[in-house]
């Protein structure tokens, strides 16, 4: 749990003069599963998109397993070994779904058969629709199929963003025990997620994230129990009066 | 009879020839949503290398050099011309494929002095064969095997490899292809080798048939080619394929009807008549997606 595998250090995001992401800092042990929960536009998606290389930082470093990454390029940081499933799953439409998960892979050169085998183990719904395209598929097979994906590519860090979204309660929770058994064969979890009740259960350590700041930071057990984040982010009055 | 099958073989095989240049467009289409109007002038350039080059050289060398510079030319337009505006509005990408398609006419009117060159008459493909009793070159038979097999080939690459893969991946979403691992630019690339080889390929079968070039011959060929693109379905193979053989058949018909009639000047018209009354009626093409944003 000691090993920091990625570490944030005053990360600022600007898109034109509007600053997104306000200076923060953020680690990730080897081993965790971590969560950033925050509202709508309070800069979960630009920290993570940051991370993966799609948004270059205004200011700030992106630590990856010892190696700086800040404002490198995506395939760069691909190759090692951090691995997102994007908001709206965004699996390609036109692929089967073995070719999406293929593709997952495209950096690696090795055989892909047993990694392969291992997603549909998780996810066997995805092996019966294995030569369907994606676009056919139903939105929690897509999530599914875009979680599988990334896996594919080995990743030491997976990151989600939002993955609950759009889907019914009993595929999230679906989805969750899988993230769960993900990270207990090894693999480092950072989630994003409006889901935060969802999440903070998940999760051994949480940021909350308010206007591109972390305004709280501590164990998914110690958020699940502060009032401030009972109040803003579960939903619940309960113990506050 | 032997006069139908005459024009019906001579239609197949520019048909055929469209075809080869018609896939350039479309294939840069599918990914870029970017018609590349320097296109034809490829094609062109690819022509008049051949007449420079086997001038100079046997034809054992002079064709795959031709093969391999019109690669490097198309590839060096996407880098030179196309790249640097990979974040800029489609407008300004289609206006700058605009200026390299001048540009390559420009060029070429200045190495030629404007004046009409004559394609070599290359062995083989030059020479005539008897075909149920009509005298045609061996080209206009061999063009739509050759096409069909280039065709097989590339269906073949883009279904069953990785990069063809990557391909259909980039054509639906750089951003999530650039989270996989994809160089969305090295795939683009690929694309346009392809379009251009294909081009080249065209070009010596094309200039058999019709050996003038001018700066400007590869103005109709192009036109008739994104024609044909448009009216198979932009971004499809099968479409722009299927497209340039009844472009190249219909032209061919009108080109050949009865000279009392006096219609055969109107064949390139009737050509863009036939799109509109496509489009009318099916606006995608005949195998495109619904719902493109067309610039």
């Not at chain 1, 139903?138 to 999530?143: A, H, K, N, R, T």
């Not at chain 1, 963003?161 to 969750?176: C, H, M, N, R």
Request: proline share 4%; with cysteine.
């Amino acid at each position: 749990m000691s090993d920091t595998l990625l570490q944030i250090k005053e990360l600022k995001v600007k898109y034109g003069g509007i600053e997104a992401v306000r200076g923060i800092d953020l680690d990730v042990h080897a081993g965790e599963i971590v969560t950033l929960i925050g509202a709508n536009g309070a800069g979960k998606s630009s920290t993570l998109r940051t991370i993966s290389g799609l948004v270059k930082p205004a200011e700030g470093n992106i630590i990856f397993d010892g190696e700086d990454i800040t404002g490198k390029d995506p395939t760069q940081i691909v190759s090692k070994g951090l691995m997102m499933v994007p908001e709206g799953r965004r699996i390609f439409p036109n692929l089967t779904v073995i070719e999406n998960l293929k593709i997952g892979a495209y950096l690696r050169k090795d055989d892909l058969e047993k990694d392969i085998e291992m997603v549909y183990g998780y996810f066997p719904r995805l092996k019966e629709r294995s030569w369907q395209e994606g676009g056919t598929l139903s939105g929690g097979e897509q999530q599914m199929l875009a979680v599988g994906r990334a896996l594919m590519g080995r990743p030491k860090l997976l990151m989600m963003d939002e993955p609950s979204l759009g889907l019914a309660p009993i595929v999230v929770q679906e989805i969750f025990k899988i993230i769960r058994r993900i990270n207990e064969a090894g693999t480092t979890v950072l989630l994003i997620e409006q889901n935060a009740n969802m999440a903070l259960h998940v999760a051994d350590r949480a940021y909350v994230l308010e206007n591109g700041k972390i305004r709280m930071e501590g164990t998914g057990k110690e958020l699940l129990e502060d009032e401030k984040v009972r109040a803003a982010y579960l939903g619940s009055t309960s113990g506050s009066n | 009879m032997e006069y139908v099958i005459s024009v019906l073989l001579s239609g197949i095989s520019v048909g055929g020839q469209y075809a080869l240049i018609a896939i350039g467009y479309t294939l840069v289409y599918g990914i870029l949503r970017l018609i590349n109007f320097a296109h034809g002038d490829v094609f062109m350039v690819a022509g008049l290398m051949g007449i420079y080059f086997t001038a100079t050289m046997p034809f054992s060398v002079s064709i795959p050099l031709v093969l391999i510079l019109t690669v490097v030319l198309g590839f060096t337009i996407e880098r030179a011309a196309y790249k640097p505006l990979r974040s800029a509005p489609r407008m300004s990408v289609m206006i700058s494929a605009i200026g390299v398609s001048y540009l390559l006419q420009n060029t070429a009117t200045y190495i030629t002095g404007g004046q009409p060159m004559t394609y070599p008459v290359i062995p083989f493909l030059s020479d005539t064969v008897n075909v149920a009793g009509t005298q045609t070159k061996w080209v206009v038979i061999v063009t739509p095997f050759l096409v069909l097999l280039l065709v097989f080939a590339l269906t073949m690459l883009i279904n069953r490899t990785k990069v063809g893969m990557a391909m259909r991946a980039v054509s639906k979403d750089f951003e999530t292809s650039r989270l996989m691992g994809i160089k969305i630019n090295s795939v683009i690339s690929v694309t346009f080798i392809i379009g251009s080889a294909l081009a080249a390929v065209g070009s010596v079968l094309f200039f058999t048939n019709y050996p003038a070039i001018t700066p400007t011959a590869g103005a109709m060929p192009g036109l008739k080619a994104f024609v044909a693109a448009v009216f198979g379905g932009i971004g499809s193979i099968p479409g722009a394929v299927i497209g340039a053989f009844l472009i190249g058949i219909c032209e061919t018909i009108i080109k050949g009807l009865p000279s009392a009639w006096d219609v055969s000047v109107f064949s390139d018209a009737f050509t863009f008549a036939l799109l509109i009354i496509i489009l009318i009626f099916k606006p995608q093409g005949l195998f495109g997606e619904a719902a493109t944003d067309k610039v």
